[in-house]
Every structure is written in C-alpha cells, then in structure tokens.
C-alpha cells in the first residue's frame, strides 16, 4: 500500500510542476509581448511630445503598428 501511494504523490507532484512550468512559459510570453507593446507606446508618445516642442506643422507622427495587438496566438 505505501509503495502505490507514494508512486501516486509522485506522479501528482510531476503533473503540478509540469503544470507549473507550462503556466510560467505561458506568463513570461505574455510579459514579453506586453513589455514590446508599452516600449511602441511610449516612443510613439515621446515622438508626439517632440513634434508639438519643436514647434512643427500638422500632421503629427503616425502611430505605431498595433495590428498584433488583438491576435489570439500573442
């Protein structure tokens, strides 16, 4: 009986940490896109700053790329 119920705490242990693992790849993915997505909006920003300070004519600086903003595999 020990030796069933300790293969069995095992394999629940390697089932959480696969888990666990698969879960951290999956945050560290979303953190990076996340991270790419505030650089472009703040540069996007700090052009826009520049523009209105150095006093230039319409039209400001377009925006960044964000088609990737709402794809489902980022």
């Known amino acids: 009986m020990t030796e069933a119920l300790a ?15 698969t879960l951290l790849v999956h945050l ?23 523009h209105i300070y150095k006093g230039k004519p319409p039209p400001p600086p377009g925006p960044p790329d964000l088609s990737d903003l709402f794809a489902e595999g980022a």
């Open 28 to 50: 560290m993915r979303r953190v990076s896109s996340l991270e790419d997505l505030n650089r472009k909006l703040w540069a996007w920003n700090r052009d826009l700053v520049d």
């Open 7 to 21: 293969l069995g705490l095992l394999a629940v242990l390697g089932g959480l940490g696969a888990a666990g693992v």
